[in-house]
């Protein structure tokens, strides 16, 4: 299955700034995913992006907070933007394994003081 | 709407010992159901994957189980080591062309030495 490498792996930021977390992965995919697990939550979807489209955001996710680039089909970005201390989270990407399944990233845990 | 519940929410076993983690699901039309293994602040590590035709998967000490009509699946971890020690996701995939993802809470599973 593919192998995804995401960058950076944790970051401490300042209330008000942006953050853009990167996804490579080893093969072509259509599809990338990213999610947010919020401390002691499970993983909720943000937005599903495509290469050469607008990406799709899930309800309570909003373009203008959470930009995402899909130049190629290894390649995504996702930008936490305007953070405050509620974005402190752990943010991942994930693609499909092939076989229906799903192979995530190491994840990104970002903490806003 | 699915919902995915994972029971206990904690675990903390002696090593060596046997243990079930047990998930449960509403909805039974599902497409597969996978399960993860978490470290803390890091990524997911995919452990198992079930079609929704299949009724157990095995790697290693790992077994998993599903009875979609239930709406149920284990995870068995025979004779449990130190290393074991992370919190174990389930999630299940609700339809083939649906690619969204419902995970559970987890279950953050402690061996002893």
């Known amino acids: 299955s593919a192998v995804i490498s995401q960058k950076p792996s944790r970051d401490i930021c300042q209330r008000g700034t942006s953050l853009t977390i990167q996804c490579q992965v080893d093969?072509?995919?259509?599809?990338m995913f990213w999610y947010r697990q919020q401390p002691g939550q499970s993983l909720t979807l943000i937005a599903t992006?495509?290469?050469?489209?607008?990406?799709?955001?899930e309800s309570g996710f909003v373009i203008d907070k959470f930009p995402i680039s899909r130049p190629n089909l290894t390649f995504s970005t996702l930008t936490v933007s305007n953070m405050s201390p509620e974005d402190s989270s752990i943010y991942l990407c994930?693609?499909?394994?092939?076989?229906?399944?799903?192979?995530f990233g190491s994840g990104t845990r970002l903490t806003v003081v | 709407k699915q919902e995915v519940t994972q029971i206990p929410a904690a675990l903390s076993v002696p090593e060596g010992e046997n243990l079930v983690l047990n998930c449960s699901f509403t909805?039974?039309?599902?497409?597969?159901l996978q399960w993860f293994r978490q470290d803390p602040g890091k990524g997911l590590t995919s452990l198992l994957l079930?079609?929704?035709?299949?009724r157990e998967q095995t790697s290693g000490r790992l077994n998993a189980s599903l009875d979609k009509s239930s709406g149920r699946s284990t995870l068995y971890i025979a004779a449990s080591q130190p290393g074991d020690s992370a919190t174990y996701l389930c999630?299940?995939?609700?339809?083939?062309?649906?690619?969204?993802?419902?995970f559970g809470k987890g279950t953050l599973l402690t061996v002893n030495p």
């Open positions: 994930s693609v499909e394994d092939g076989r229906g399944g799903y192979t």
């Open positions: 093969s072509q995919v259509t599809m």
């Open positions: 992006a495509n290469q050469g489209s607008e990406a799709t955001y």
């Open positions: 909805d039974s039309a599902i497409y597969n």
């Open positions: 079930i079609q929704s035709s299949q």
């Open positions: 999630a299940v995939r609700t339809g083939g062309s649906n690619y969204k993802l419902t």
